[in-house]
């Protein structure tokens, strides 16, 4: 069994970014008993998970070592850091302070604050596969830019509505969602818009009622820049604005597409990973040719990343083969807390301030953030 704070390949823990050691303010936060679980995972159950809220927690060995706490004002730590509790090869990582990606680490700053807000860039988490961490990195990523103070409007554009059950929001009692924001002319955005408990983080909520907008979109004038006209009135409001796409390359999808400015396509590290994306990147160009020529490839993420397999690095390495820079350095790791906060219906990075999979998702944010400055 893993030491506290060590992961099972025997590194530390330590989360991606800035994340340093307050020894003195551990006690009074958190009070900790360990023990082993059923399947001989070290867990901890946590009472109080360092945001002073009282509830429990049971975490696998991705917890932050003790007396670590994110802290996003803290001096910045060098990405290398990150990647090695990603990576296998932390010493060579770190002399070398290549990520797990292979390629060298660049700095990522934490994003300053801002004064005015929008007009928004719109993102669409895109890929026909189901299950690949599109929900999960379009509820992470959004709560990750707004912690760094940036307005996140999220969009649930999958009939299924797992965006929104992932925020807490029971799907089936909802009598207004995106549906009627896109099939009623002179439907107010702000009817729709739900507040997250997530600050400067709106939703527009989505149920079953959205399946029935493929087929009507059909006979519509302009059918594919639909959800466009209606998220114009909300452009001002945002600075980001990150559609979960449903897993298919159907009309809805294409409406996400054009009205995007950015793509960016999660990918799970596992086999079949990479069957498909031909298709993808196909859809996506001729949606850039015909529809909307400033839709970009923001980058490919690589999620439910396990470095200790072997496979997992090897697909990691077929994806940067492919893709080469689009790939994000930011590589999410496979962890049980991803799927406990659907459950909690809330963000890691509220539900687990604290544990890698938010400070990955903090490291994404600050990534994308990054690559929109560049331009
Ligand atoms: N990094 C991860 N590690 C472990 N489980 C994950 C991770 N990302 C997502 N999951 C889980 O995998 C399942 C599918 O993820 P989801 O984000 O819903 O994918 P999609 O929206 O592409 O269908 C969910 O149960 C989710 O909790
Ligand atoms: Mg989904």
Do not use: W
């Not at 059950?165 to 207004?176: I, K, Q, S, W």
């Not at 959205?210 to 006979?219: D, K, N, P, T, Y």
């Not at 298709?279 to 839709?295: D, F, G, H, S, Y």
């Amino acid at each position: 069994m893993p030491a506290r704070g060590q992961s099972p390949t025997g590194l530390e823990a330590v989360g991606s970014v800035a994340v340093r050691t307050f020894a003195a303010q551990k006690s009074p936060r958190m009070t900790q008993t360990a023990h082993q679980s059923m399947d001989g995972h070290h867990v901890n159950a946590m009472a109080g998970n360092g945001s002073g809220e009282n509830r429990t927690h049971f975490a696998d060995y991705d917890e932050l070592p003790e007396g670590h706490f994110y802290d996003p004002d803290a001096e910045y730590e060098p990405d290398p850091e990150y990647a090695a509790t990603l990576a296998p090869d932390a010493a060579r990582q770190r002399r070398e302070r290549v990520g797990p990606t292979g390629r060298p680490l660049p700095y990522f700053p934490i994003p300053g604050p801002l004064t005015d807000h929008g007009p928004a860039k719109i993102i669409a988490m895109c890929n026909q596969k189901g299950g690949v961490g599109k929900t999960t990195s379009t509820i992470n990523l959004g709560a990750a830019l707004a912690e760094y103070g940036r307005r996140v409007l999220l969009v649930d554009f999958d009939p299924q509505g797992a965006l929104s059950v992932g925020l807490g929001v029971n799907p089936m009692e909802l009598d207004l969602t995106v549906y009627n924001l896109l099939m009623e002319r002179g439907m107010a955005a702000d009817e729709v818009l739900l507040k997250t408990a997530v600050p400067n983080m709106d939703l527009l909520p989505s149920n079953i009622d959205l399946s029935a907008a493929e087929v009507q979109l059909v006979s519509e004038v302009a059918r594919e820049s639909t959800l466009q006209r209606a998220l114009k009135p909300l452009m001002a409001d945002y600075d980001y604005i990150v559609i979960d796409c449903q897993p298919s390359l159907g009309l809805l999808t294409v409406n996400a597409l054009t009205a995007a400015h950015k793509v960016i396509v999660p990918l799970e590290c596992e086999f079949f990973a990479l069957r498909g994306v031909a298709l993808l990147t196909e859809t996506i160009e001729k949606v850039q040719e015909r529809l909307n020529p400033e839709l970009e490839l923001d980058g490919i993420l690589a999620t439910m990343y396990d470095s200790r397999t072997v496979h997992s690095r090897e697909v990691l390495a077929r994806v940067v083969e492919a893709f080469d820079d689009h790939v994000y350095h930011t590589v999410i790791g496979r962890t049980v807390r991803f799927p406990e906060t659907t459950v909690a219906g809330e963000p890691i990075t509220t539900y687990a301030s604290n544990s890698v999979g938010a400070a990955a998702y903090r490291q994404l944010a600050r990534e994308v953030l990054a690559r929109c400055h560049a331009e």
